[in-house]
């Protein structure tokens, strides 16, 4: 008889120094998606859960996709959007499976649980003690005991911006195939160290971080063990289990097998520890960085405002690299987007064409730093009116269809603003070609983001500079009140003992 699989994705990267509440209806359309619509919006998708409902097809098992969960990051996950997720989840396995293949994030924060994950985990291993689960998760994981104790297999993304995602579900899926066919037996030894990595800073396509994931892929990819992950972990986070983090899966069957995978699990962590210096942010005033970008003659020249980042859970409405480039009067300038349903709104009342004075972001305070909003009065024309609907063609989230909510663009001569209902990363060019903008014509493109622009952005790019704008993303760590955070914790203790988390 075919096998039957309960495959499902929860996906949240909580920020707890966000102001956005995030409730059911932040995981998609009219909340989740579940059943046959989410297998046909997400199959052939570059996201973990694509790479299991391929890997379930060609199987030939039986499979069903109870809850299908994607909201971007913001603050606490309600408790009642957790609980119903956690039950859609658990009642479908309670029908009965074979197998768990599970999209989850790794860094979800709610209001009740600081470890949404390992919480979801140990229900489950409750509920069916011997059941086979696999694991995809997000680089940025805030890894535990209780993920690592109540899954049978993890694996984690190897890039930042993330364009491995379905690789990843794909790497877990094919381990427990492994498994469940008896030719191995998986078995994990993780450890962490007290490291609060920067986000600008741990990319793997760049050291420090490089040099560990590549011996970590190699390894993998050499069959000396059967997966190797290294997470960064997620800095707007204040939790007890902050740190960077690597999980080693080995073949319990095979002699020696968890003393090489323990020895490659220290000596990654060993090596992390000793770079720990490198992986700090240092940045540049924000009007510095503008000046610089003036200087450069060719574009398109990149602005990445890191401060306000949807994706880390910024609120995308501050407005303050904007303004600078405003007073410094750069031209030929495409920003954006923008989120702010008022100035959306407002435009689609005036028309298109019409010249509107309007008052844009700014709608939003961020009691964690202590910062009130502060709308930025723009006068011009209004240039498109959209749906604010595109598919992802980049290699981030290929195939993936973003809905940005109505958007519209407010042409002010020397920047076209692009502003929408919906916050969305700009990680793909389809943020502004939808509107009828090729940024690729621009002298200057003004984004919020910190890594994931690259993957659709940094291919046309001439030069990029980041800019440090204000927002509950920001990279100085300085300007956060962590208040349950483990200690020591580096940069804050700078001589902490490398022995944070031994492995199981």
Known sequence: ?????????????????????????????????????????????????????????????????????????????????????????????????????????????????????????????????????????DFHAQMTHRIVRNATIVTGYRTYPHVDMRLTGERAGRTLLRALAGEVSPAMCWGRRPILSSTLSHTPSRNPMKDLM???????????????????GFPQADIPHLGLSVVVAFDAKRPGAGDHGRALLDSLLEQAWQRREDFRYRGEPLADSIARARTMTEGPVILVDHGDNTASGGTQDVMSVLEEVFRQQLDDVVAGPFCDPLAVARMVEAGLGARVDIDVGGRIDMPALGLKGKPMPLSGKVAAITDGEFVVTGPMATGARVRMGRTAVLDTGRVQVVVSEGRVEPYDLGVFTHCGIDPRRKRYVLIKSRQHFRAGFEPIARHIVECQGLGVTASDIALFDYRRRPSPLYPFETETRADDSPPL
């Open 214 to 232: 590549d011996r970590a892929i190699a390894a993998e990819a050499a069959g000396e063990v059967l997966n190797a992950s290294i997470f960064g």
């Open 1 to 137: 008889m075919a096998r039957k699989f309960v495959i499902a994705s929860m996906l949240h990267e909580t920020n707890t120094f966000s102001p956005l509440s995030t409730p059911i209806e932040s995981f998609g359309p009219g909340g989740p998606l579940k059943g046959e619509a989410a297998i046909a919006e997400l199959a052939d998708t570059n996201q973990a859960i694509g790479g299991f409902i391929e890997l379930a097809r060609k199987e030939g098992a039986e499979f069903t996709v109870p809850l299908a969960a994607n909201a971007n990051p913001s603050g606490l996950v309600t408790r009642a959007a957790y609980e119903q997720m956690c039950t859609a989840i658990l009642d479908e396995i309670r029908k009965g499976c074979d197998a768990v293949l599970l999209d989850l994030h790794g860094a979800m924060v709610t209001e009740h649980h600081d470890d949404g994950e390992g919480e979801l985990l140990e229900r489950i291993r409750r509920l069916a003690p011997e059941l086979p689960i696999a694991v995809a998760l």
